[in-house]
């Protein structure tokens, strides 16, 4: 048997919490109806026997504290909501059990953007986080040491598991399920529960939204003007003729700060007018295609595929109202 503390972390969503909770217990369900023992031991383990939640909205009970937990196999780290920083601080007091349960051969469980208290403790330095897109920048500019990935939803390195996107932290426990359990048990949780088991990528559902954090007044003026002219037609040469900058070392300061090359940040902003006209639905995938500059479909059409995993004829399917 796997015990399992769920930490109710300082400004931690209560439906983060609670799913866990009746999750993993429901597979206990799942082996008793297969004759077989329960697989986990699920306990709330805060610092003190209640914790406010939502600004004290809610008030959620511990079975038990963190002082009166020796061992535990696996720890969940909730989602958290509202100041990052301001949690952090908070939930301080959690990170040298944290740690020492991991080197103790506990895994860890991080609920989306639970992970900007993960990324604090240390524990993910030199691995790979998954981050919702939406917090990508804000968690680069906290942790620039810390590879993001953005595109897949589930990272597994380590003992320590991320995932990104609100509501993925559900394939992830079914993605912990198939770790612990195998690929049988996860099928039936993602029947009962109806969960996606499949959903693999962020790319469909991501805004592309580009680093302004950063300082460089020139970088930030040419983002401005190809996020305002997504319609416009233009080569990297075009842009650094237009704003009087050598190509060499402009190109090189605006991957820096922003992170992407300047014909991929083009190509983003082409792709972001595009999904906003099909969502739309008033005019046919060629007009599109040519509205955003592109003659040749085609090109466009791979471009398109390559952020966000879908044709535009699939992702009109999937958005339009």
Not at 20 to 49: A, C, W
Not at 94 to 105: K, P, V
Not at 249 to 257: A, D, G, I, P
Request: aromatic share 12%.
């Amino acid at each position: 048997m796997k015990h399992i503390s769920i930490l109710p972390l300082y400004d931690a969503t209560l439906t983060s919490i609670d799913s866990s909770h009746q999750l993993f217990s429901r597979v206990n369900d799942f082996m008793r109806y297969q004759g077989k023992p329960p697989f986990y031991d699920i306990e709330v383990v805060g610092l003190t026997n209640n914790t406010k939640l939502s600004n004290g909205l809610y008030t959620i009970s511990s079975d038990k504290t963190i002082h009166q937990i020796k061992k535990t196999n696996v720890i969940v780290l909730p989602l958290l909501c509202g100041n990052f920083k301001a949690a952090i601080q908070e939930n301080k007091k959690y990170t040298d059990w944290l740690i020492n349960q991991y080197h103790n051969g506990a895994e860890i469980v991080c609920l989306c953007v639970g992970s900007f208290y993960l990324a604090s403790t240390g524990l993910l330095d030199n691995k790979k986080c998954a981050i919702h897109w939406a917090a990508k920048n804000e968690f680069k500019e906290m942790f620039p040491d810390i590879k993001i990935i953005d595109n897949s939803i589930i990272t597994d390195e380590n003992g320590i598991y991320t995932c990104g996107g609100g509501y993925s932290y559900l394939n992830l426990i079914l993605y912990v399920f198939e770790k612990h359990l195998g690929r049988e048990i996860s099928i039936l949780a993602s029947k009962m529960f109806e969960i996606d088991i499949e959903r693999k990528s962020q790319n469909p559902y991501m805004i592309f939204m580009g680093q302004k954090n950063h300082g460089d007044e020139v970088v930030l003026k040419v983002q401005e003007w190809i996020e305002n002219n997504p319609t416009e037609t233009h080569t990297v040469d075009d842009i650094c003729h237009k704003f009087n900058v050598g190509r060499r070392t402009f190109e090189r300061n605006f991957k820096r700060c922003t992170g992407n090359p300047i014909a991929e940040y083009t190509q983003r902003v082409k792709v972001e007018f595009a999904k906003k006209q099909l969502e739309s639905g008033r005019k046919t995938v060629s007009e599109i295609i040519y509205e955003t500059g592109y003659n040749d479909t085609d090109a466009f059409r791979k471009v398109f595929r390559k952020f966000t995993d879908l044709t535009p004829i699939e992702y009109r399917k999937k958005y339009i109202a």
